[in-house]
């Protein structure tokens, strides 16, 4: 099935991704236009491109594919140049396109007088109702322009009716939080202006018109695969049409297009599902798993994480890791993780970010012993690293204090204690690189956490060519970005994972290099239900690192069973922090049983498809279920909550099945059709508040 189609009467080009249609055309004025964003339409012919009323420019200015600043637009641009001679006005009329594989489409538009060339690319993925986009603004005239806003595109909405937008929002140690808002005029701008994607907004905006529930309904997806400063616009740009712009971040940014050159957006990806939020989640989490994830490592399982950061904070050392390694192989954990602590002056966090070598007095034979000891127990060493930092108090910053972003002469904000060095700059690039490089090659680790743990201030690059000091944000970000492609070449078997004081860093541009995600710091077993249910609206369970960590909570003081802390920790990449040494032989054979039945049932969490079947937020209840692609496996996580006597829960209707198969539940002997469990429904069976429970469904041969 062909997924790009051009009508060349019209000129018309109609890309059909699955479920997914998407419609441009050319209009008389040479614009390039968006018909439509949505679900399947025929005969496309039929659209029509929308009237004209006197004191109003043309009404399909309004579905402007890439709008510019220039001419009679008045809405977000999704491009505002500086052409030679101080023009400001920018007007790109349709030159020529392009169609490869039958998948990718590529158009070209130009400046109705300068040689600036914007190629808008489009690519379907059919198979997960997905389409993604980018442009890339080329400067093909003789003299240099300037870039004031270059995003990666914009849609427009289906047009009427007021539209209602769900997003992703919260803190550190309170991220993806869902947030839902009807929009009624104007502009609704979420954005990052902190270098990083941000813990307080996530690059994802649903839309849907204010009827779309769990499993039904229509919903819109818009997501940006970058992590770095971003925006995104949803805007009533007349005549009740809502439209979406969205890419890198204009704010403070500004790009210098010699002759020659050009700017290459990062991915906006789009995505719908007629099956609601649950249906547009489990599209996304396919082609996470199917496209976006590092190709080495995305049909492995996650392997069963220890993690020292909540036992042994900065106290790590030769002795007190063997300890704990011995009982983390005996429990059953596959990869044990040296977090903060290991390397030169590291005793808290005042110190020590930027001197990569095992402290000499933690490690007096540096890190080789532990590697063995971990080794000879059966598991994969991994180490945390935050390449992008630097402490004032450390021997680089002594040596360069140049290398960090500042402006001269004013202060250097720290948060936490340190500072972020400047990719941007070549030789600092280089010497990160270099170092982490030299770490993986000469020892033998196959797991890193990489964390970036501040947000940008003071961002200057005091001796950048004239006129790009404004590009470290972009930099910055493919600075990061071609560290880790190239470290992840030269390291195939390293599995890398993201961390940015929890889930400060998590996007699709950001899921292109790493493995998994920390998710957030807040390890409470009953926060996290929150927080985890807000990420598996973007994004796949695979990625999702989870620890079952001690009581009382370090955060929330709270404490709950070992057997909520690791239901709730299994439904992602399963990782430990709890202290090991403390816990009693009873709870080490609790452990081990979980970690044991976890390896069991990861195929089914990790590739499986999601149903959130009812949502912490609703109260009483919250139970997620997984199901195998084949329908033949499935587990459904039960958390109580709060509950009343006299209050019965409903029986829980699960999802997904095959109606006619028979499904064992939990090799107790019952069975009961795939019709009977999603139509009638299965009692859990749990009283009492907080309270956890998994059930499993094996169809019978
Ligand atoms: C961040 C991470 C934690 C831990 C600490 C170490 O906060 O999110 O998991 O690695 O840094 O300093």
């Known amino acids: 099935m062909t997924s790009v189609n051009f009508i060349s009467n019209e000129k018309l080009w109609s890309i059909r991704s699955g479920e997914l249609q998407y419609i441009l055309k050319v209009a008389d004025d040479g614009s390039l236009v968006n018909l439509h964003f949505g679900g399947r339409v025929e005969p496309v012919e039929s659209i029509s491109l929308g009237g004209h009323f006197p004191f109003e420019p043309s009404l399909h200015l309004l579905r402007e594919e890439y709008s510019t600043f220039g001419g009679l637009r008045f ?108 929009l009624k005029a104007g502009k609704k701008v979420l954005e990052s202006r902190r270098g990083t994607t941000s813990h307080q907004l996530n690059p994802v905006a649903f839309f849907d018109a204010g009827d779309a529930g769990e499993e039904e309904g229509e919903v819109w997806g818009c997501l940006l695969g970058w992590s770095g400063n971003w925006k995104c616009v949803s805007e009533y740009v007349g005549h009740d049409q809502l439209r979406v712009a969205m890419g890198v971040n204009d704010f403070d940014f500004s790009w210098h297009l010699e002759s020659g050159e050009s700017f290459k957006t990062p991915k906006m990806i789009l995505a719908y599902s007629a099956s609601g939020f649950g249906g547009l989640s489990r599209s996304l989490h396919r082609f996470e798993r199917g496209v976006v994830l590092p190709r080495n ?89 935050e390449p992008e930092m630097v402490n004032p108090n450390s021997d680089l910053y002594r040596r360069h204090p140049d290398w960090v972003y500042h402006f001269p002469g004013r202060p250097r904000s720290e948060m936490r204690n340190q500072l972020i060095l400047n990719l941007s700059r070549s030789d600092v690039r280089e010497y990160v690189f270099n170092w982490l490089d030299r770490l993986l090659a000469e020892n033998d680790i196959g797991f890193v956490k990489w964390d970036m743990n501040r947000s940008f201030s003071e961002p200057g690059w005091p001796d950048a060519p004239r006129g790009r000091e404004r590009e470290i944000w972009v930099r910055h970000v493919q600075a990061v970005y071609e ?219």
């Not at 140049?81 to 920018?90: A, F, H, K, Q």
């Not at 990718?104 to 060339?117: A, G, H, Q, R």
């Not at 808008?120 to 109702?129: D, E, M, S």
């Not at 914009?154 to 991220?175: K, N």
Request: hydrophobic letters at 40%; proline letters at 5%.
């Open 75 to 182: 809405m977000e641009p999704c491009l505002k140049v500086e052409l030679p001679g101080g023009v400001r006005d920018c007007v790109l009329k349709y030159e020529s396109f392009k169609i490869e594989d039958n998948n990718v489409l590529s158009i070209t538009l130009k400046d109705i007088s300068y040689e600036l060339f914007a190629d808008l690319h489009y690519r379907a993925y059919p198979a997960y109702n997905i389409i993604t986009k980018w442009a890339e603004i080329r400067n093909a005239g003789p003299q240099p322009v300037i870039l004031e806003e270059a995003l990666s595109g914009a849609v427009s909405l289906p047009r009427g009716g007021l539209w209602r937008l769900t997003f992703l929002s919260g803190h550190w140690a309170g991220e993806t939080r869902i947030v839902q808002e009807v």
């Open 483 to 701: 560290i880790l492609d190239e470290i992840r070449r030269r390291h195939p078997n390293v599995i890398f994972e993201g961390c940015s004081g929890g889930g400060g860093r998590v996007d699709l541009g950001a899921m292109e290099r790493f493995d998994q995600f920390w998710t957030s710091d807040n390890t409470d077993a009953l926060d996290r239900l929150y927080i985890q249910e807000g990420y598996t609206m973007a994004y796949c369970p695979k990625t999702m690192g989870a620890w079952v960590t001690g009581v009382p909570n370090f955060l929330t003081n709270r404490t709950l069973s070992l057997e909520f802390r690791f239901h709730s920790a299994m439904m992602g990449a399963l990782g430990i922090s709890v202290n090991l040494l403390e816990l009693s032989s009873i709870e080490k054979e609790e452990a081990k049983m979980h970690i044991e039945f976890y390896k069991k049932i990861r195929h089914i969490v990790l590739d499986g498809d999601l149903y959130r079947l009812k949502s912490p937020r609703s109260g009483g209840l919250a139970a997620f279920q997984y199901v195998t692609p084949d329908k033949t496996e499935s587990l459904i996580f039960v958390f109580t909550l709060q509950q009343g006597f006299g209050r019965r829960e409903p029986l829980l209707r699960v999802r997904g099945l095959d109606p006619s198969l028979i499904y064992e539940v939990d090799s107790s002997g019952q069975s009961f059709s795939g019709l009977y469990l999603m139509n009638y429904g299965i009692d859990h069976g749990i009283r009492g508040d907080y309270k956890s429970k998994v059930i499993y469904l094996k169809a019978r041969r």
């Open 297 to 385: 490592n995305a049909t492995k399982p996650r392997p069963v994480i220890y993690n020292t950061w909540e036992t042994l904070y900065f106290n790590v050392n030769e002795e007190n890791l063997k300890q704990l390694a011995d009982i983390a192989a005996e429990i059953g954990v596959e990869v044990f993780v040296v977090d903060d602590g290991w390397f030169k002056g590291r005793n808290d966090d005042r110190a020590g970010l930027g001197d990569w070598v095992p402290d000499p007095h933690k490690f007096p034979r540096g890190l080789g012993p532990v590697i063995e000891h971990v080794k000879s127990r059966g598991m994969i060493f991994g180490i945390w690293v």
